[in-house]
């Protein structure tokens, strides 16, 4: 059972997530810059904005967890699970995420982020 509240945890994993979603962009920028595409502005422009928006949610992640004395640090790592241990208040817990799941949510985030940019213009 876990003392964290959900919304703590919420923000505790999007410190996890977030970074892996600016990684996974980063790498697809550089990709879309070295391929043929005839027009490559407007796919530049769509991930340099997402990721500009991430970064943004990102601080402000990292502000509310320094505020609230809040901690995660990735203690181990396999082919399967990522173990996890987060600082809550002075409480350590471990938590262990199925590296799938991870895959799963950085994409989740990834459409999320894309279509908020989509949809803001």
Do not use: C, W
Request: charged share 30%.
């Amino acid at each position: 059972m876990t003392r964290i509240p959900e919304e703590d945890r919420n923000i505790m994993e999007k410190a996890i997530y977030l970074p892996m979603v600016l990684i996974v962009l980063n790498r697809d920028l550089t990709v879309v810059e070295n391929s043929p595409f005839k027009l490559k502005k407007p796919y530049l422009e769509l991930i340099e904005e997402t990721m500009k928006s991430i970064q943004t949610e990102l601080a402000e992640v990292k502000r509310y967890m320094k505020k609230n004395n809040l901690r995660v640090m990735e203690t181990k790592r396999d082919e399967a699970f990522t173990m996890y241990m987060f600082l809550y208040k002075g409480y350590e817990e471990a938590h262990n995420y199925f590296n799938p799941r991870i895959r799963n949510k950085v994409q989740e985030l990834m459409e999320f982020y894309f279509l908020k940019q989509y949809l803001s213009r």
